[in-house]
T-cell receptor, first 116, second 112 residues
Framework: GENVEQHPSTLSVQEGDSAVIKCTYSDSASNYFPWYKQELGKGPQLIIDIRSNVGEKKDQRIAVTLNKTAKHFSLHITETQPEDSAVYFCAASIQAGGTSYGKLTFGQGTILTVHP | GAVVSQHPSRVICKSGTSVKIECRSLDFQATTMFWYRQFPKQSLMLMATSNEGSKATYEQGVEKDKFLINHASLTLSTLTVTSAHPEDSSFYIC????????FGPGTRLTVT
């Protein structure tokens, strides 16, 4: 089955700096890659996602890049703010057809701390 | 839009009892719902996938007789932990799928 590796496990940055989190996946058939932000004691919140037919997607301060050949994708957060502090998870799945994205396989998570 | 709720948010039960957790999609009909379990400082582990009106598909190693899933409608799925033991204490999170997967806020189960 699919295996997703995520690095780093912890990341500490100063407010205003950029943060980059990287994930690699094993199954070349995976074609959907979402990123989730999870705050303490809460459920994960979808922040951005990308399909395999796109190399990059941006939403304000957040961007995701995908390298299908190397089977890795990254989350980029620019101009970080203290409220960006949370655990970030990458995931991968195979879109089965129609609107179903199927089962998500999650990375191990990255604890991001943004210092004021 | 795409709001998923869970009830209760926290529950404490005694060993040997059963507890039911509800997952609802509030503003959309979910084709599929998923149940995850998350231990402290760990990632989410998929327990089962459920579709309305059919039996849930459990992941390897998950006891289907212990974790009963009922998907009664396109907006409601329930997870019942039967004969709970302290090792079942965990954070249980559901998600509902409509084009993308949206997660509920989670339920903290403590078995004493």
């Amino acid at each position: 089955g699919e295996n997703v590796e995520q690095h780093p496990s912890t990341l500490s940055v100063q407010e205003g700096d950029s943060a980059v989190i990287k994930c690699t996946y094993s199954d070349s058939a995976s074609n959907y890659f979402p990123w989730y932000k999870q705050e303490l004691g809460k459920g994960p919140q979808l922040i951005i996602d990308i399909r395999s037919n796109v190399g990059e997607k941006k939403d304000q301060r957040i961007a995701v890049t995908l390298n299908k050949t190397a089977k890795h994708f990254s989350l980029h957060i620019t101009e970080t703010q203290p409220e960006d502090s949370a655990v970030y998870f990458c995931a991968a799945s195979i879109q089965a057809g129609g609107t179903s994205y199927g089962k998500l396989t999650f990375g191990q998570g990255t604890i991001l701390t943004v210092h004021p | 839009g795409a709001v998923v709720s869970q009830h209760p948010s926290r529950v404490i039960c005694k060993s040997g009892t059963s507890v039911k957790i509800e997952c609802r999609s509030l503003d959309f009909q979910a084709t599929t719902m998923f149940w995850y379990r998350q231990f402290p400082k760990q990632s989410l582990m998929l327990m089962a996938t459920s579709n309305e009106g059919s039996k849930a598909t459990y992941e390897q190693g998950v006891e289907k007789d212990k974790f009963l899933i009922n998907h009664a409608s396109l907006t409601l799925s329930t997870l019942t932990v039967t004969s709970a033991h302290p090792e079942d204490s965990s954070f249980y999170i559901c998600s509902a799928e409509f084009k993308k997967q949206y997660f509920g806020p989670g339920t903290r189960l403590t078995v004493t």
